[in-house]
Antibody, heavy 123, light 110 residues
Framework: EVQLLESGGGLVQPGGSLRLSCAAS????????MSWVRQAPGKGLEWVSA????????YYADSVKGRFTISRDNSKNTLYLQMNSLRAEDTAVYYC????????????????WGQGTLVTVSS | SYELTQPPSVSVSPGQTARITCSGD??????AYWYQQKPGQAPVLVIY???ERPSGIPERFSGSSSGTTVTLTISGVQAEDEADYYC?????????????FGGGTKLTVL
């Protein structure tokens, strides 16, 4: 059974940093690209970032480029999102999502999602 | 930036057919995907590649495509289908592909 378990969310002040983790199990982690998708309170879904199965290619939404860094440790079956220079508009539930393919592309979509971790940016 | 447009809400009575549309200029060239999200839960994939249904998704869920519009159809709507529905596609016009979601449609079962 595929499981994705996010952790690391919490309350952080504007300008602060946070690192999210997503522990994966039930599939060959290194064979699939992974993404982070967020959802602000009462709002819709927003793709944030993606990483290829090998970890060699990374992709970011314009809204987080230069502030967030996606990475993965295939030996630990874990996906990460390092979030720096956080802003109030980054407040959201952050989901990790499994792609259907090894590499992220215009064919990407998501067959499994974690339950999400809430990040609140506020003073 | 590329946008996918969905109606904010759709209401139907139990047993009726619900149709949720999603419009976008690139949809004739890109597949669309549909997710169901119930309150407090993660999204669940219900349709992929415009009209394919993942295993475990009831047959009453179907998808179709025509020009710049894709449609999620739920036949014989049940109370448990009340949820938010999001379409997803991709914008390939930039340096790299950009996953894009529609704004979501709240399906109310009257």
């Amino acid at each position: 059974e595929v499981q994705l378990l996010e952790s690391g969310g919490g309350l952080v002040q504007p300008g602060g940093s946070l690192r999210l983790s997503c522990a994966a199990s039930g599939f060959t982690f290194s064979s699939y690209a992974m993404s982070w998708v967020r959802q602000a309170p009462g709002k819709g879904l927003e793709w944030v970032s993606a990483i290829s199965g090998s970890g060699g290619s990374t992709y970011y939404a314009d809204s987080v480029k230069g502030r967030f860094t996606i990475s993965r440790d295939n030996s630990k079956n874990t996906l990460y999102l390092q979030m720096n220079s956080l802003r109030a508009e980054d407040t959201a539930v952050y989901y990790c999502a499994k792609d259907l393919f090894l590499d992220y592309g215009d064919y990407s979509y998501f067959d499994y999602w974690g339950q999400g971790t809430l990040v609140t940016v506020s003073s | 930036s590329y946008e996918l447009t969905q109606p904010p809400s759709v209401s139907v009575s139990p047993g009726q057919t619900a149709r949720i549309t999603c419009s976008g200029d690139a949809l004739p060239k890109q597949y669309a995907y549909w997710y169901q999200q119930k309150p407090g839960q993660a999204p669940v994939l219900v349709i992929y590649k415009d009209s394919e249904r993942p295993s475990g998704i009831p047959e009453r869920f179907s998808g179709s495509s025509s020009g710049t519009t894709v449609t999620l159809t739920i036949s014989g709507v049940q109370a448990e289908d009340e949820a938010d529905y999001y379409c997803q596609s991709a914008d390939s016009s930039g340096t790299y592909p950009y996953v894009v979601f529609g704004g979501g449609t709240k399906l109310t079962v009257l």
